[in-house]
């Protein structure tokens, strides 16, 4: 069995930015699921929201084009169902191929550190003071490797997170996305709130040659809640029939700061493992860069996460403006900082 310093379980932005930043000294094993041309990819929106791009700029880091996708656009169309408004606001978002930003995280990964893709861990042992990682490759497999330390960055399903917290609860939706071929002449991105459906929101966007609806919904009946809006949407002239492709995954809600579980006793957690997430926008890669930064500067110490701490206190303060549907209904109505766009 090889023993290493570091094990690194899951290699989305987090994982691969710690294991990108950590200091040289340490010898390291990062193993992800997923692989180099592979079925498995992220369910996500690949939106690079400005906070995103702005610790991208403090590490140092630039993206390249072959990054991004069709279109850029600079305005989300918000919907209510509740009041029956809908307004124009400025946003700078950035348009990701995901699963191409995810490759090029690990990319970016020094040589130095062992890698097994393609490879799941599947239990997590303490003995004798280190860690003992099973883990299943492609092949099937089962190979067990030792650390000192490990690190969970296995995103909202964390492994490593269940492991350490067997009891710790949090807000948790199934988010559902259905790809269609692109169905407009004029693009847009659209965030939809329905609190009949789902007291988080649903969104549609363009990528490419693509069309993306999804949402995020309460377990209880998510499937069902995420075709009742889908039918509630044509009368606003989405056309939603014949997907090329659906997906879900899981996806955090945090309720209250306490909420983030960073880890103990040598075994760390970072990005959405540790409930890293907006529970406004359900905006994680900024969350997922920034706690992977100050993991890597701190190790082995536990950072404090001051300042991420504070960013989602402000999201949690803003959550009641945008789901609370008289606050929102008021605020839409208003007009306030809404721009207007020619359709
Ligand atoms: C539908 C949807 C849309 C979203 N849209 C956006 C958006 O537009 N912009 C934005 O900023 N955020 C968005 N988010 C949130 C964002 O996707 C996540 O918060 C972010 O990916 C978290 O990064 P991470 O590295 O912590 O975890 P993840 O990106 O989830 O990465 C976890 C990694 O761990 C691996 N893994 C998991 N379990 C194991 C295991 N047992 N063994 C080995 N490997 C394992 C997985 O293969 C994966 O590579 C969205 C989320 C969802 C669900």
């Known amino acids: ?17 710690f294991a990108r930043l950590v200091p040289d000294k340490y010898h390291i094993l990062a193993i992800d699921a997923k692989g180099e041309a592979d079925q ?17 700029a403090e590490m140092g880091f630039h993206i390249t084009k072959d990054l991004l996708v069709d279109p850029q656009i600079f305005s989300v169309h918000t919907i209510d169902f509740s009041s029956k408004l809908e307004r124009h606001y400025q946003r ?30 599947i239990r997590i042992d303490w003995q004798d003071g280190n860690y003992i990682i099973h883990y299943r490759t492609r092949s099937g497999q089962t190979v067990t490797a030792s650390a000192r330390y490990i690190v969970g960055a296995d995103g909202a399903n964390s492994l490593v997170r269940r492991s350490l917290y067997p009891t710790h609860k949090m807000r948790t939706y199934l988010s559902i996305q259905e790809w269609y071929p692109h169905q407009a002449s004029h693009p847009f991105y659209a965030s939809i709130f329905d609190p009949e459906v789902s007291d988080c929101y649903s969104w549609a966007m363009y990528k490419d040659d693509c069309f993306i609806f999804g949402g995020a919904y309460p377990q209880a009946g998510a499937r069902e809640r995420f075709d009742r809006q889908k039918k509630k949407l044509r009368d606003y002239g989405f056309v939603l029939d014949r997907p090329i492709k659906r997906e879900a995954c899981l996806v955090l809600r945090p309720e209250r700061v306490a909420d ?40 082995p110490d536990m950072p404090s996460y001051r300042r991420l701490k504070l960013k ?31 359709t």
């Open 312 to 342: 989602l206190f402000g999201k949690l303060l803003k959550v009641p403006f945008l789901y609370q549907p008289t606050l929102r209904r008021l605020i839409m109505q208003s007009g306030l900082q809404s721009i207007k766009v020619k």
């Open 1 to 17: 069995m090889e023993h290493y310093d570091i094990i690194i379980i899951g290699l989305g932005p987090a994982g691969a930015t």
């Open 260 to 299: 983030i579980v960073t880890g103990k006793h040598g075994a760390y957690l970072i990005g959405e493992a540790a409930g890293w997430i907006s529970p406004s926008s359900l905006e994680g890669i900024s969350y997922a860069l920034i706690s992977a930064r100050e993991l890597a500067r701190h190790f």
């Open 92 to 121: 700078a978002y950035v348009n990701l191929d995901r699963h191409a930003f995810d490759m090029w995280c690990i990319a970016q990964m020094p040589d130095r550190i062992d890698r097994s893709m393609d490879s799941r861990v």
């Open 40 to 56: 498995y990819r992220k369910p996500c929106g690949g939106l690079l929201a400005p906070d995103a791009q702005k610790t991208i």
